[in-house]
């Protein structure tokens, strides 16, 4: 076997198992290094040199300023604002969408998605709007932000680097933000006018607009001794309530009867596997003298200051939580955090919540002491899905710090004074002195899954350079040589980058993507510039699948939308990105270069 046929081998089956989703894709990123260094395709002494390279480390630093932004209240601040405009959905979808659409601009579009959900999600609660016609607009729009600027999208950040293969010097801030901007206002446009009006409206049947809940959770529920209806059948039970639920499981003596009837009695120590929406479910322990049982499992004393708080919360893409247990990661045990309920899209689930394994997307309602929950919620990767400050008992830092900082570290990497990633890690260090956010945030803001990615996948694109394999796919890309015209061979790319992020992650999809347009780009005698900015439209494009984009998956949940939900208005809007990008790129970056 060549070695060209080696690294397509390698990189199919690593495309296979990204596809497949049971691995993490830092995981099979990692193993794919791996499985190349040992086969002599990657040199020993230099397998772990991405992770030095200067879009990882950019990466990192985006990360912790992003987070620090965050603990500056900005927020606190948008939904106060938001408060004022009044009522209308439209407006309501255009405003939420367009903030989301600048902060993606100036920070990781995933920690801008997080940082507006919950002034989302507390509009939703006061106006009564269904919140899937709010999130997955917000999700797109982020997408769509990052296209701005050099650091609004890992795919950018990588994209910026790689022109240096070109012979020339990489992407500034803002070289970006012509082709940008030309797709974001089209983009914008088409998701507040039309987009919205596409999504499904998914509500709970009992829900009340100012009691805003995802769906329907799946709870326990434990019938201690002494509670009023301990001894009576389902069916009686049933009978007393004015909501519906459903019983998907009851467990006793350690073991799981599942869809029982309702002629069963519930004897005292029972558990109730419970279907049914947050308003239904205390309606339920009202009557019957039930308790939520929760996660189980031991836990530590809920000793120490703070109130004991409910919240709902969803399990981010990146989450220790995602594909463990509650048991598995501790909650209860480490973080003193009691799962009392999970909602998953409309999926009905029967396990027990200890044994549950929790996916992206799914929301949690939790119950634990202010500070646990606080410090729980950072530490495993989920996000408080409600305007509360997680930040108890310590003091807010002042928003200016951070936004000077963050100001001047954009002005002197656009006026060319520093380079982007030294300008980035500087001011995170200058934030954490000046005590915008502690070191332990610094440390846990950094999305880890990505850097593995990131600093495994760049060496695994060396491979694909030296074996010939990105002029092989290059070729096959170009099989209409010369009399294929530029504006197609663009459109081609694109496309195939689009198509790609839907199944990779999309800074994978760039490390793959970078170097086979710039060998198409040599191949028909063009610049490279315009095929590298196709590359950068085509990767942020992910709006197909739920798992295109962390954006998508973290709104899945929260949204309560299905996974064919994303092509209503995810189709249309990939062909109007592709329609408007390809043009503006020629003229903006010219074929023939400038």
């Known amino acids: ?159 910026a680097t790689f022109r240096t293969q070109t012979g020339q010097d990489p992407f500034r801030m803002f070289d970006f933000a012509p082709v940008g901007l030309a797709v974001v206002a089209v983009g914008v446009a088409f998701i507040v006018l039309v987009g919205w009006r596409l999504l499904p409206r998914r509500r709970s049947r009992a829900l009340d607009p100012r009691d805003f809940a995802v769906q329907e959770y ?35 003596d350690e073991r799981l009867y599942e869809a029982p009837s309702t002629l069963q009695e519930v004897k005292v120590g029972d558990v109730l596997i419970v279907r049914a929406d947050p308003r239904v479910l205390e309606e339920l322990i009202a009557v019957t003298g039930f308790e939520m049982a929760g996660s189980g499992g031991p836990g530590r004393p809920a000793a120490g200051r703070g109130q004991v708080v409910v919240l709902e919360a969803v399990v981010a893409p990146e989450s220790e939580l995602a594909g463990g247990t509650p048991s598995e990661v501790g909650l209860l045990a480490r973080y003193g955090i009691n799962l009392l309920a999970v909602a998953r899209g409309g999926e009905t689930i029967r396990e027990r919540l200890g044994d549950l394994r929790l996916a992206a997307g799914d929301v949690m309602l939790l119950q634990g002491r ?71 945030e610094a440390y846990e803001s950094v999305n880890w899954p990505i850097i593995i990615l990131l600093g495994a996948m760049i060496p695994i694109e060396g491979a694909l350079v030296s074996t010939g394999g990105s002029g092989a796919i290059a070729d096959a890309l170009g099989a209409g ?80 939308y299905r996974f064919t939900d994303y092509s209503r208005m995810g189709i249309p809007l990939s062909i109007l990105v592709a329609a408007v990008a390809v043009p503006v790129i020629m003229v903006v970056w010219p074929l023939g270069g400038t």
């Open 218 to 252: 799946v709870a326990e529920v434990s019938a201690p001794d002494g509670a009023r209806m301990a001894g009576r059948l389902l069916g009686e039970i049933k009978n007393a309530m004015d909501a519906d639920f459903d019983v998907v499981g009851l467990v006793r």
């Open 370 to 440: 202010s500070e646990d929950v606080a410090e729980g919620l950072g530490r495993v990767g989920a996000l408080p899905l409600g305007e509360r400050d997680l930040r108890l008992g310590q003091p807010r830092p002042s928003p200016l710090i951070s936004v000077s900082i963050f100001a001047a570290a954009i002005a002197l990497t656009a006026a060319g004074v520093l380079s982007v990633q030294v300008a980035f890690v500087g001011a995170a260090l200058l934030m954490a002195i000046a005590g915008s956010l502690t070191l332990r």
């Open 1 to 159: 076997m060549s070695d060209q046929t080696f690294v397509f081998v390698v990189i199919g089956a690593a495309l296979a198992l990204f596809l497949w989703g049971r691995w993490r894709f830092d995981l099979v990123a990692l193993l794919t290094l791996l499985v190349l260094v040992v086969g002599g395709l990657v040199p020993a002494q230099s397998a772990f040199a991405g992770f030095g390279h200067p879009a990882v480390v950019t990466v990192a630093a985006v990360l912790v300023i992003g987070r620090s932004l965050a603990n500056s209240g900005v927020s606190d601040f948008i939904s106060r604002r938001l408060g004022r405009l009044g009522d209308g959905r439209t407006v309501q979808v255009v405003a939420l969408t367009c903030l989301t659409v600048l902060l993606s601009a100036f920070m990781n579009n995933v920690g801008a998605l997080a940082l507006m959900m919950p002034v989302a999600i507390e509009t939703a609660r006061r106006t009564g709007l269904s919140p899937s016609r709010l999130l997955m607009p917000m999700a797109f729009g982020s997408l769509l932000g990052g296209l701005l600027t050099v650091i609004g999208t890992p795919p950018n950040i990588i994209i």
């Open 481 to 560: 040589g010369a009399a294929t015209p530029g504006y197609v061979m663009l459109l081609i790319v694109l496309v195939a980058t689009m198509v790609l992020s839907g199944i990779v992650n999309n800074a994978a999809a760039a490390v793959i993507m970078a170097p086979i347009a710039i060998d198409v780009a040599g191949g028909i005698g063009a610049s490279a510039d315009p095929f590298l900015m196709a590359v950068a439209v085509g990767a942020s494009a992910s709006f197909l699948t739920p798992i295109g984009h962390q954006s998508s998956t973290l709104v899945m949940g929260p949204g309560g």
